[in-house]
């Protein structure tokens, strides 16, 4: 699928999740850092990645407090990059594919989710670096190792797969697959999912933007 058509993809099934928030320009006003703030899915959630994901996404430069859940949550170290635009010590197993093989001691669906968060943030902070090559790595080992439909309906990192897809098939396969287990049962994605849909649109935009400049 090409880029231009996957960004398409992924903003049309982002929209409807994003009704009444103020990614969409037809949000009925307010203010958005208070809309950040008070944040919650679906099931009424809050998760320790969510203002950094939903300052990114909203293009806000906010200061989100480090917090406990910092140790075990080694991927909120590349969010918080991300967030804050600020260069890092880029925090991640350099010497296996996975990114934080310590999480492979816990269930599956922390693991699962906690890889692919990581490589949706290494995307943003990778771009035109030399961690471009480690971000592919760690897609790649997903692939083989990992099933998005075994633990995740959070469709984190479909931007990389989509990329990647280009010139592999089983990469786009697997951007399909968290793209399709992100509205599994449903009409719309929720509105978690709806975000990182939009983000990661924001993201391919930014890559075809450069690969056409």
């Given at each position: 699928?090409?880029?231009?058509?996957?960004?398409?993809?992924?903003?049309?099934?982002?929209?409807?999740?994003?009704?009444?928030?103020?990614?969409?320009?037809?949000?009925?006003?307010?203010?958005?850092?208070?809309?950040?703030?008070?944040?919650?899915?679906?099931?009424?959630?809050?998760?320790a990645v969510d203002p950094f994901?939903?300052?990114?996404?909203?293009?806000?430069?906010?200061?989100?407090?480090?917090?406990?859940?910092?140790?075990?949550?080694?991927?909120?170290?590349?969010?918080?990059?991300?967030?804050?635009?600020?260069?890092?010590?880029?925090?991640?197993?350099?010497?296996?594919?996975?990114?934080?093989p310590g999480l492979h001691e816990q269930a599956i669906e922390v693991w699962t989710e906690g890889e692919l968060c990581g490589v949706h943030a290494l995307a943003w902070l990778a771009r035109g670096t030399r961690e471009e090559a480690r971000l592919k790595e760690a897609a790649r080992w997903l692939i083989e190792n990992i099933q998005p439909d075994n633990a995740t309906a959070h469709p984190w990192g479909v931007h990389v797969f989509a990329w990647m897809g280009k010139e592999d098939v089983e990469a786009d396969m697997y951007a399909q697959t968290l793209l399709h287990n992100s509205m599994a049962g449903r009409s719309e994605p929720d509105v978690l999912s709806a975000v990182i849909l939009w983000d990661a649109a924001d993201w391919l935009e930014g890559m075809a933007a450069h690969a056409t400049g």
């Open positions: 699928m090409k880029i231009t058509d996957w960004i398409k993809l992924l903003r049309g099934a982002a929209r409807p999740g994003l009704r009444g928030t103020p990614l969409l320009d037809e949000w009925p006003g307010g203010d958005a850092a208070a809309w950040l703030r008070g944040f919650r899915d679906d099931a009424g959630n809050r998760r994901l939903l300052s990114h996404a909203l293009k806000l430069r906010v200061t989100v407090p480090e917090s406990s859940d910092e140790a075990q949550q080694p991927w909120l170290a590349l969010w918080r990059g991300v967030a804050e635009g600020a260069l890092i010590e880029l925090s991640f197993d350099r010497d296996t594919g996975a990114l934080f």
